[in-house]
């Protein structure tokens, strides 16, 4: 079992910055990958960006985050960061790390994963 638990979330202005952080236990941290997904009342969760584990980390982002949305990987801490600015109302959701193996070609497909936090509410409001 690997549990992960996210943190950072609240209220933040249009054009603000905010930092979520996703920790990691029960696992051998470097060996996943770690996706952030995010979710809204009535919406599907939506793929935001991942990074790649077992050596050689790449990152992946989709394209309403890129740019704006910066991951980051510390693996002596068991820990995985995004980093969003820039931030508009319809990047409020309900922001969740996952963890799994996926083959890169399912990467950005929530099936993929087996271990979910409880998520971190994002709120985007003047």
């Known amino acids: 079992q690997v549990q992960l638990v996210e943190s950072g979330g609240g209220l933040v202005q249009p054009g603000g910055s905010l930092s979520l952080s996703c920790a990691a236990s029960g696992g051998t941290f470097s060996r996943y990958t770690i996706s952030w997904f995010r979710q809204t009342p009535g919406k599907e969760r939506e793929f935001v960006g991942a990074?790649?584990?077992?050596?050689?980390?790449?990152?992946h982002y989709a394209d309403s985050v890129k740019g704006r949305f910066t991951i980051s990987r510390d693996n002596a801490k068991s820990t995985v960061y995004l980093q969003m600015n820039r931030l508009n109302p319809e990047d409020s959701a309900l922001y969740y790390c996952?963890?799994?193996?996926?083959?890169?070609?399912?990467?950005?497909?929530?099936?993929?994963?087996?271990?979910w936090g409880q998520g971190t509410q994002v709120t985007v409001s003047s």
């Open positions: 990074v790649r584990g077992s050596g050689g980390n790449t990152y």
């Open positions: 996952a963890a799994g193996q996926p083959i890169l070609s399912a990467l950005r497909s929530e099936t993929m994963y087996y271990y």
